[in-house]
């Protein structure tokens, strides 16, 4: 993944540029220790499924984008009949090394190549598991793939682990690393280098933000059910309102996202958001051109738009217009329209 980060971390004949670059970005060691050493997500899913074995004895279950294997490894130890894992990247075959050496050859079949384009051994899987969601839920995520495995292998009845997912919008206070970040720009040893701001300001940063920056309440911008949702709901406008908790000043807007296992016995849940646990999703930080001065009780009203970019779809274009109109005060009143690309 390659979105800004203020603490970075079939036949491929084929595929796109885009698409190799994607797959192989996941041939890397390291982003598969980050996503294992992430014990929010990693736990939840071990949780979800252990917890729930008498829904996974005895199925045929689909891992999509099984990356090292460890949910088809959960799903196997929790009495699976068979647990096929599917991935494009080269990690899948350190994955079946793994899986044997773990004795688990004779219940997990891991295929190398698009999901679109594999051939499973069954005919049709009754659990689809999948950890397919991105920085910003959305970006450089799978869920095309799931949805497409959805359509085309689950039985009618089937279960998706997991199957909800809401996306979060609020406003925060960053005055620091907004200057740090683009006010920087308009003074580089000497020179003027004002363009690079309105570069800067266009790429959204993935970070950790602080709770105690949150200025304002949240306001949900998009719902998904992965039962029913289709490929053309992941293009989206979503007014929102948010009201401020306090007086304070706004230089950016974030977005987290919520999971949910809700078939399981005793639904699970983590949240990626600023007051939860640390995952290696963080936060999402739009940062806006100009400052609000906002008190306590006062609303930004806004539509935040997101849509895949027309040249690489794992890329999102996303938009922001918001306005601010404080009763009594034409000074701190403020509107823009604010555009965004994840890439």
Not at 13 to 42: A, P, Q, V
């Amino acid at each position: 993944m390659s979105t800004s980060e203020r603490n970075s971390s079939g036949s491929e004949s084929n595929l796109s540029f885009s698409e190799r670059h994607y797959f192989s970005s996941y041939d890397h060691f390291g982003i598969h220790e980050e996503m294992l050493k992430d014990e929010t997500r990693t736990l939840s899913y071990r949780n979800a499924i252990y917890q729930n074995s008498h829904m996974f004895r005895g199925k045929v279950v689909l891992d999509v984008g099984c990356g090292t294997g460890i949910l088809s490894m959960f799903a196997a130890r929790a009495g699976a009949k068979h647990v096929i894992g599917v991935d494009m990247s080269t990690i899948i075959d350190m994955a079946k090394r793994i899986v044997d050496l773990n004795g688990l050859s004779d219940k997990i079949t891991l295929l190398k190549g698009k999901m679109e384009e594999v051939v499973l051994p069954f005919d049709k899987v009754d659990i689809i598991i999948s950890e397919w969601m991105g920085y910003f839920l959305l970006y450089e995520s799978m869920l095309d793939t799931v949805l497409y495995a959805r359509d085309r292998y689950l039985v009618s009845d089937g279960l998706i682990f997991p199957d909800r997912a809401t996306l979060h919008l609020a406003a925060i206070e960053d005055g620091d690393y907004k200057e740090e970040k683009i006010g920087f720009w308009s003074d580089v040893y000497g020179f003027d280098y004002s363009p690079f701001q309105e570069v800067a300001l266009r790429e959204p940063l993935v970070d950790t933000v602080d709770m105690k920056a949150v200025v304002t309440d949240s306001a949900e911008i998009l719902d998904l059910d992965l039962y029913t949702v289709q490929k053309s709901d992941l293009e989206f406008s979503k007014d929102f309102a948010i009201k401020a908790r306090r007086n304070d000043f706004v230089h950016a807007f974030i977005a987290w996202f919520d999971i949910e296992f809700s078939k399981c016995h005793k639904p699970i849940r983590f949240s990626t958001g600023p007051h939860a646990k640390y995952t290696h999703w963080k936060q999402t930080v739009f940062y806006t051109r100009d400052t609000l001065t906002i008190n306590y009780g006062e609303v930004i009203t806004g539509r935040l738009t997101n849509k895949p970019n027309d040249h690489n779809p794992r890329d999102l274009d996303i938009s922001i217009d918001y306005d601010f109109e404080p009763e009594g005060d034409e000074s701190r009143r403020s509107s823009s329209h604010c555009q965004y690309k994840m890439c």
